[in-house]
Every structure is written in C-alpha cells, then in structure tokens.
C-alpha cells in the first residue's frame, strides 16, 4: 500500500510541470487527496486538494495557476502547475486522508524554478 509521487523537476519561472501520485493498495477516488509543499525549516504546507465527491480547495498563493485532478482508471491524482514562480519551489508531497487521524503520504518530488 503505497502513494508515489513524481513529475518533479527544474523548470524556469512561467514554466509549467505535472506532479502525479499514484496509488497503489488504495482505491484513491474513496479519500480527500491533496498536494502539500515543503521547504528546509518550515513546515508542510497545503497547496490542494480533491475530495472522494470532487471538491476542490486550493492555496490563496496557487489559485487560478494550479489545477488538482483525479483519473480514477488510473488511480492517480494530478497536480497541474502553471505560470510557476520561485516560491513555488520545494519538496511536494502527496497525502490520502484515510481517516480523520491518519494521512498516508507519499515519498515527495522536488520542485524547482529558477527565475
């Protein structure tokens, strides 16, 4: 059982790139799953999210430029980022809230953008 997270990379300031995390083990369409960025020193932060009925939260930093998808057939949950900034850098990580006291994560995929 396990969320693997890749689609990392360099990319220039108003580049784009595509994380996915996918499940194995779990039925991810059943659980809320979102995307958290982190960088040294500091803690996780939540970037977004997709509920198991579709909903959608979002970073105020992200709105209008991140986009949080799911394809069921493929058990994998997307994360769309665009016009990327050089905040946007850090380690991204992918999480399943199984319950209300437990999120299954994934091991992270780095992000960098240059400006």
């Known amino acids: 059982v396990q969320l693997q997270a890749y689609g990392g990379g360099l990319v220039q300031a108003g580049g784009s790139l595509r994380l996915s995390c996918a499940a194995s083990g779990i039925i991810i369409s059943t659980y809320t799953t979102g995307w958290y960025r982190q960088v040294p020193g500091k803690q996780r932060d939540l970037v977004a999210t997709?509920?198991?009925?579709?909903?959608?939260n979002y970073a105020e930093n992200v709105k209008g430029r991140f986009t949080i998808s799911r394809d069921n057939a493929k058990n994998t949950v997307f994360l769309q980022m665009d016009s990327l900034k050089a905040e946007d850098t850090g380690v991204y990580y992918c999480g399943a809230h199984i319950n209300a006291n437990y999120v299954m994560w994934g091991q992270g995929t780095e992000v960098t953008v240059s400006s």
């Open positions: 997709l509920t198991n009925g579709g909903n959608t």
